[in-house]
RNA sequence: GGGCGGGUAGCUCAGCUGGAUAGAGUGUUGGCCUCCGAAGCCAAAGGCCGCGGGUUCGAAUCCCGCCUCGCCCA
């Protein structure tokens, strides 16, 4: 807001150079006003004049001195200019202005930091979309997480957004889940038994299994594996949704795989690249002339068994997203997905569909560290940790925060030595502290029958200290960085703002006292910690983890 | 062999469209509770930003080559 306000002063200026002939209109949109890496340079800053220098050949400092004339004027608003290095403008405003930005804050408490440059757009997140052959892995609790987070940034800045569950029931795998359930059921009944050799291994087999004996005694032991098949799935699915409601995390949609297949809307694809003579058959197999799409080579999308490829279904999915009416699609994948993003989106172009509306986050993996060393894990033999049994360890919210504290690109190590450790170290406990904190000074307040007051009757002037300004500074960047992670997809640069926040409070609340006997101090720095709070619980459910009164 | 993602402090990682002197947590060392919550604070040490070239006023960031780790396809 600060920011902006600033931004609009220079580019009118910009505007002014253009038509006063010192400048050409070539740097246009090229410049920016940021906040800068050191305090001593200033509350804000330009490149405008290095950029209008390189655009037009001219001297950057010499362009600088004439955008600092223009700005001089402007005395309300700033304190000072100074030119600096190769050519910055380097802006330090009237502390006045910095005290503007408690008002919108405390007026809009919960509402602060929302935005509505969604414009109620609609928007789908697709995650997880894990097929129910067994209980949710950590990989499964990253693209969780993750998409929870991106669907809740996107509804603050105003998008409508949708979470779908994409799954397929129907395939090889759930066979095999069927056959490993008979076959439990069976050892469990001591009857002769014969476990597949690709099987699911895991206990949770055993427990489905057991559940079954527990309803109908042995009189399943002579029935279909589909029987097996379907109970073993409605378990799992069961069990995948209480795992997620423990994070916070719930679905509006999900979508079956096998209903594309009874829709005609797979065979549908097929004819429609036909007609675009995008399809052939070779040695048996139908395949997609990819290659004519810009891939490296074509794909296989009916195997010569005549069952489909997982890239056929895929297309024919997205093509209903776009006919459900979304303006916007975002799939969360693990990074083993890979492969299957660039056939899908060669599908959806090849029929007349705009591709650039698709946005695929590929998150990459997790490993667990405990003890200081790495766990090894199996999918096959069934020796992973499922999100449940971290969960139990840690706690949703230390489960939430450390799969956030890294972006989608970089691997995640997830230290369990850290997680598990209740006090101290724990990054999560030290912003939900700096929270709690902030929540004390409240309750002492009204012991001591200190009334809150509005900023503009809190004489904020008497806010005068360096850790003062930069935590009103760090309050007022709070909506851009709702909006840049939102329109970025990036939920990690909530956390590490909140981290950092937590951390200038901290030293703050060490280094000064808020209550105090002083009556118009306590005003005016009660006025700053009840917007800082704000920001805390804002910030801290915007990516679904609890603000604690007390801890 | 090809594609994608990484390589930044001892360890785990930020660094948004190129910007000024490279950032955090953790670990190490030393200090701070008579005082709004010590799950806290302060201080110190710690870096050829994988390597080599290029682009430019300026590169951790962009381009090319190479090394290396992870994932996928063959």
């Known amino acids: 807001m600060i920011k902006s306000q600033l931004k609009k002063r220079v580019d009118t200026c910009f505007q002014l150079g253009i038509r006063e002939g010192f400048w050409s209109e070539a740097a246009a949109e090229r410049y920016t006003v940021e906040v800068p890496k050191h305090e001593e340079q200033g509350d ?8 209008v220098a390189g655009m037009d050949k001219k001297n950057p400092r010499e362009v600088a001195s004439r955008l600092v004339d223009m700005l001089a004027s402007d005395k309300d608003f700033i304190d000072r200019l100074e030119i600096a290095g190769p050519g910055f403008v380097n802006f330090f405003l009237k502390d006045e202005v910095w005290r503007t930005v408690l008002d919108p ?53 105003g998008y409508d957004v949708t979470r779908e569950y994409y799954f397929n029931d129907a395939g090889r795998q759930m066979r095999v889940l069927g056959a490993s359930t008979r076959a439990r059921y069976l050892e469990l009944l001591g009857k002769e038994s014969e476990f597949p050799e690709d099987g699911y291994q895991g206990d949770y087999i055993y427990d489905i299994a057991r559940a079954m004996i527990a309803e109908s005694g042995e009189s ?59 399809v052939y058959e070779k040695e048996g197999a139908t395949w997609f002339k990819t290659t004519v799409l810009g891939q490296e080579q074509d794909r296989v999308i009916i195997k010569s068994s005549g069952e489909p490829t997982y890239r056929l279904p895929d297309i024919a999915y997205h093509r209903e997203k776009f006919r459900r009416g979304y303006e916007w699609m975002i ?38 560290l405990r003890d200081g060393k790495q766990v090894k894990m199996s999918t096959r033999k069934a020796t992973f940790i499922t999100v449940d049994e971290l969960l139990d360890e840690v706690g949703p919210d230390v489960l939430r925060f450390f799969f956030l504290m890294r972006k989608a690109d970089s691997q995640l190590e997830f230290d369990l030595d850290l997680a598990t450790r209740q006090s101290q170290e724990n990054p999560v406990y030290y912003v939900q502290y700096a929270h709690a904190r902030l929540c004390s000074i409240e309750r002492q307040a009204a012991e001591k029958n200190i009334a809150p007051k509005p900023p503009g009757k809190a004489s904020l002037e008497y806010l005068v200290e ?30 590490f703002y909140l981290m950092d926040l937590a951390g200038q409070f901290h030293s ?3 280094k000064h006292k808020v209550l105090s006997d002083d009556e ?23 990516v679904g983890l609890r603000a604690p009164e007390s801890m």
Do not use: W
């Open 466 to 495: 360096p850790e003062e300004y930069r935590l009103l500074k760090t309050v007022a960047g709070y909506p851009a960085l709702v909006a840049g992670a939102a329109q970025d997809l990036a939920p990690h640069r909530i956390i």
């Open 44 to 51: 804000f800053s330009t490149n405008l004049a290095m950029v």
């Open 220 to 278: 399943l032991k002579d029935a279909d594996v589909m029987v097996f098949k379907d109970y073993a799935k409605a378990a799992i699915f069961r069990d995948i949704d209480n795992t997620l409601k423990k994070i916070g995390i719930t679905f509006d949609t999900y979508y079956n795989e096998h209903s594309l297949y009874e829709e005609g809307l797979v065979d549908e694809v097929v004819r429609d690249l036909r007609s675009k003579d995008l």
């Open 508 to 510: 703050y609340y060490n």
């Open 331 to 368: 799939d969360i994948f693990g990074a083993d997905h890979i492969a299957t993003v660039p056939d899908v989106l060669a599908g959806v172009r090849a029929l007349g569909l705009d591709e650039t509306k698709i946005d695929v986050i590929l998150h990459q993996f997790v490993t667990l």
């Open 520 to 542: 118009n101090m306590t005003a005016a720095r009660y006025c700053l910690c009840r917007a800082i709070k704000i920001v805390f619980r804002n910030g801290l459910n915007l």
């Open 105 to 157: 804050v405390l007026e809009n408490e919960a509402q602060f930091g929302l935005a509505d440059i969604g414009a109620g757009k609609r928007v789908m997140v697709e995650f997880v979309s894990a097929n129910p052959t067994g209980p949710l892995s950590i990989g499964h609790g990253r693209n969780a997480i993750l998409g929870d987070s991106i669907a809740r940034l996107l509804e603050a800045v």
